[in-house]
């Protein structure tokens, strides 16, 4: 029975099974917290961007990055919070505590161990990944990467702390964990660069991550962990829980082997060239976290519990519920990105230091990393599927695979774009022409190619081993391409009949014309998702109307689920 009147939110409601739901509610809080914290980090990258432009500087500060990165991801990953959290629920309060302590102790001696080493490595290794830094660069690159060898070893126990606090269901109070770490990147730009030079940069990294750990430190000991000594007092569940990591570890490992491998070859280029392959990275890194991460994310709990039931067609459809909002939203953004490029970048990173030359560069490697929003999204999830299912052999194969083509594609391209004739035909389609540097484009090109090749693969060996896959997400598929070529059609339209009103490229007329034609866009395939009839529109807009009319709801609306229908 409706009251006051609002039957059609009943009517939108009824498209909405308590799964659907489920997965709206939780990706979309997901969805939430990392835009807040890709807000921040754009922040930083603006920042950034105003003080030192694509230049050597930042070349040096993200090639600082890349030993750091990959020593968190190997020797964090031993103790993730997918293995973490399982083995605390299997235990009392004092067993909790117990492992806690185990777990840390091993980690932090395995940590230190390795960062130590590769402090040792240092000047060998950079000097083998980066020979373009001689002299004073290289001796300056050596020392801000010692300096960030603190961070895998204060993130890794952040991470442990995670387990801990999202047990506890604190989900709030680990969200604000990524926050607190640009904080410290910034605090780094902003503070101490002016006192202490590129190291400055390196230690708000250092600062970033103790912020990253030290926010859930309260919390863990007032639950009565870490109140003394950390030591080894289950030697054999440590050994148990790195075990059964390993895989993944090493899943992990190859995309940043493929990330090191594009940062050196970078850095053979132009110099900037690092700084453009990172601030495009980044740029597309957002709506990924924001569609791709949240619904696998949210996903991964209801998966888990399917096969745990010995419900394998309800796995199925979980999966492709998930891929068919992931195809809905990710397809349509990337057609938005290619055409509102340069807008986004300008808007975002265009000030100070950072001039037209290096909002064009990065606008380009921008729109390809976009190309892959979709296939990359869907490998988050059919990842988290294949972990759901206790199947780390796969992932590890496809990781390598794709590992190895992105940077096989990026030797190759950028030996093709020797060509001075393709070289040119490719910056005139880019809209680079004549710009130095334009080789770069070949990074972000190659990376996109890869992962899209990597996501058909692990597709296709979902398909084998599951079945029933693509027969549900294939209209989904369809009908997202079809509003993206006409949603973007129509913002281009649009920012060619607004065009010469802003022929300013500053902020606030870039900002505009780009803020009408993405307007413009968002209307044209919302229409079109509707006249095609869409089963991801209908049931995104019954979930917003449920929400709008919570308390209607609450009064004595008669929500009728899909299973009732």
Known sequence: MIKNGIDFTGRALRFLSSEVRGLHAAAYVLAACALLSSLLALVRDRLLAHSFGASATLDLYYAGFRIPDLIFVATAA??????????????????????????????????????????LL????????FPAFT?????????????????????????????????????????LSPLLYNIGIIAGVAFLYPVWGVAGLAWGVVIGALLHAGIQIPAVISDGFLRRLPRFREPRALVHTALVSVPRALALSMSQLAFLGLTALAGTLAAGSIAVFMF??????????????????????????????????????????????????SIPVSAFILVLRAYVVRVILGSGAFDWTDTRLTAACFALFSLALAAQGLQLLLVRAYYAAGQTVVPLVISFGTMAATLAFAIGTLGILDNAGILHT????????????????????????????????????????????????????????????LGGA???????????????????????????????????????????????????????????WRRAEEEGVTIVTSAET
């Not at 895998?152 to 969200?175: D, E, F, K, W």
């Not at 022409?433 to 296709?460: H, K, M, Q, T």
């Open 122 to 129: 240092a000047p060998l290794i950079l000097g083998y990944l």
């Open 78 to 119: 031993l103790v993730s919070v997918y293995m973490l959290i399982p083995e605390l629920a299997r235990r009392g309060e004092s067993g909790q505590r117990d492992y806690i302590d185990t777990i840390v102790a091993g980690f932090s001696l395995f940590a230190v161990l390795v960062a130590g080493v590769a402090a």
């Open 426 to 485: 490719v910056s005139a389609l880019l809209r680079i022409e004549d710009l130095p540097g334009a080789r770069v484009v070949a990074l972000g090109f190659s990376y996109a190619l890869a992962s899209i090749a990597g996501a058909v693969v692990l597709a296709l060996h979902f398909e084998y081993r599951f079945g029933g896959f693509f027969a549900q997400v294939r209209r989904a598929f369809a009908e997202s391409c079809v509003a993206a070529l």
């Open 490 to 548: 129509g913002a281009y339209v649009t920012l060619s009949l607004f065009s010469p009103l802003f022929p300013s490229t500053e902020t606030l007329p870039v900002f505009l014309l780009g803020f009408i034609g993405g307007i413009s866009g968002i209307v044209v395939a919302a229409l079109t998702y509707h006249l095609l009839g869409s089963r991801e529109y209908k049931e995104t807009f019954a979930s917003v109307r449920a929400r709008l």
């Open 280 to 329: 495009a990275y980044n740029l597309a890194s957002v709506p990924l976290a924001i569609i791709g991460a949240s619904y696998s994310v949210a996903a991964f709990p209801t998966l888990a519990t399917a096969l745990s039931r010995g419900e394998r067609a309800q796995f199925i459809e979980h999966v492709a519920t998930a891929a068919r909002y992931v195809f809905f939203w």
């Open 135 to 175: 002299g004073e660069q290289a001796s300056q690159l050596v020392m801000i990467t010692r300096i960030m060898l603190l961070q895998p070893i204060l993130l890794g126990l952040s991470n442990i702390l995670a387990a801990v606090t999202q047990s506890r269901h604190r989900y709030a109070l680990y969200a």
